[in-house]
């Protein structure tokens, strides 16, 4: 696990409570706009960033996310660009863990090689590959690990007891839980059926847990983060920030780690 990701999730534990992990996209609604949310998120509570590489095929993800990678690329945002946006974010913060998600198709447009090296050299701490199975990620995953960039994977409500020793074996960093089936900021899950996931996973493995999809208020990240280390949201963070603004955004991110520290 990268240093960043380590000591924050052992920072949370130390204050008995679970990271609140936040995502924007890179370039929405434009290049200043981003990097200057993604400066002042932590500032609002936010213990871990995910930074989303606009492509335009998201596929696992609902209209909010959808709408921002296209408002995105239509501004003119590239990878090159959100590699930069990671370096003026560590000119101000050497210590808030970063992870990159996206999908593979413009990292391998990109240069996979190039990209980890990049990305490494930015200030990176992971990468969460949305479209990359464990099982199938025979290139990405061993240099990103070569160079000490975690590999994120993701577990859902439909992987069974026979993939899962597959996907933990293959992780680092912590393991994204789908909290329901479907895309991203669209349905609620079954609290009860989350925990009793996180249960089973716990027995076969020590990495970090952080539930996302589905999670937008302050009372239903609350909910997750009694159980889970911690708490993904995106689309409710998203959709704040396209409607209202940045005030908006870190409105409601302040709300989510106040409910999340109760």
Same mark, same amino acid.
């Given at each position: ?84 946006? #990671? ?98 900021? #669209? ?27 589905? #999670? ?15 708490? #993904? ?30």
């Amino acid at each position: 696990m990268s240093n960043r990701l380590q000591q924050r999730f052992a920072a949370c534990a130390k204050q008995n409570r679970a990271a609140l992990v936040t995502y924007i996209c890179a370039g929405d609604p434009g290049y200043d706009a981003s990097l200057s949310l993604l400066q002042q998120l932590p500032g609002a509570g936010a213990d871990i960033i995910e930074l989303g590489m606009p492509f335009s095929d998201p596929m696992a993800d609902g209209p909010t996310i959808q709408a921002a990678a296209v408002r995105a690329l239509d501004n003119g945002q590239t990878q090159r660009k959100t590699l930069e946006m #990671v370096r003026a974010f560590r000119t101000t913060d050497q210590t808030t863990p970063l992870v990159l998600m996206g999908y593979y198709n413009p990292i391998h447009r990109y240069g996979a090689e190039a990209f980890l090296n990049e990305a490494h050299a930015a200030g990176v701490d992971g990468l969460l590959i949305v479209d990359l199975p464990a099982e199938h990620d025979n290139e990405l995953g061993p240099m990103a690990r070569d160079l000490g960039l975690d590999m994120i994977r993701m577990a859902s409500p439909t992987t069974d007891a026979k993939r899962l020793p597959r996907v933990l074996a293959n992780a680092s960093g912590f393991l994204y839980y789908v909290s329901l089936n479907g895309v991203t900021g #669209v349905g609620q899950a079954d609290n009860a059926v989350v925990d009793a996931a996180l249960a089973a996973i716990r027995q076969q493995s020590e990495l970090p847990i952080c539930v996302g999809f589905g #999670v937008r208020t302050p009372e239903q990240a609350a909910a997750f983060a009694r159980t889970a280390t911690g708490v #993904v949201v995106g689309s409710a963070l998203v959709e704040a920030m396209f409607k209202g603004g940045e005030a908006a955004a870190l409105e409601l991110t302040r709300g989510l780690a106040g409910a999340m520290r109760r």
